[in-house]
């Protein structure tokens, strides 16, 4: 528009981006921005408060339904739409599980246990349960590739072994 023109009310100028085809990236910048709050909600109010990334993974996979994929949380969904939650939550979910797999083994292998000492049963059993019934494959979010899949059953697999051992060594020594 030149100088020279009348300035165009809003209603037209809506119209007129929308004749473009930028109503879509107007939806798509609404909808991150509206992503981006569900996000420091969810972080701040809740995740904030969870001790350590095993306890945020298992937290955040436990709002999951496992038959739809679809996350509830009825704290967010009193304040957000349904679409925003559903974004918001897969991305928290899959940060969360590709931060822990860039985590050092060994300090993983800390975090994990101090998770499962604070499971009913205690480590022992948490440990062995894990192990046998796999039950860490409900912690992978729908659509990270196939390879960091395996290689998280198979991290989580070998630090459950050693935990497991570990408490048998302790309670044979005991």
């Not at 528009?1 to 009348?6: F, R, T």
């Not at 339904?65 to 679409?83: C, I, K, T, V, W």
């Not at 290689?151 to 044979?172: K, P």
Request: glycine residues 4%.
């Amino acid at each position: 528009m030149s100088s020279c023109e009348a300035p165009q009310p809003a209603a037209a100028f809506a119209q007129k981006r929308s004749s473009f085809g930028t109503k879509k990236r107007l939806y798509t910048l609404n909808q991150l921005r509206q992503n981006r709050r569900v996000i420091e909600d969810f972080t701040v109010n809740t995740l904030a408060v969870i001790p350590n990334a095993f306890a945020r993974l298992i937290y955040v996979a436990s709002l999951r339904d496992l038959s739809s994929g679809r996350y509830e949380h009825e704290g967010l969904a009193a304040l957000y739409s349904e679409e925003a939650i559903q974004q918001a939550l897969e991305h928290c979910h899959e940060e969360i599980f590709l931060r822990l797999l860039e985590t050092p083994l060994a300090i993983q292998e800390g975090i994990l246990q101090d998770c499962l000492e604070k499971m009913a049963g205690g480590l022992a059993s948490a440990s062995r349960h894990w192990l046998r019934m796999e039950a860490y494959r409900v912690l992978i979010p729908e659509r990270v590739p196939d390879y960091l899949k395996e290689l998280f059953c198979s991290n989580l697999a070998a630090l459950l072994e050693i935990l497991s051992s570990t408490c048998s060594t302790v309670h044979s020594d005991g």
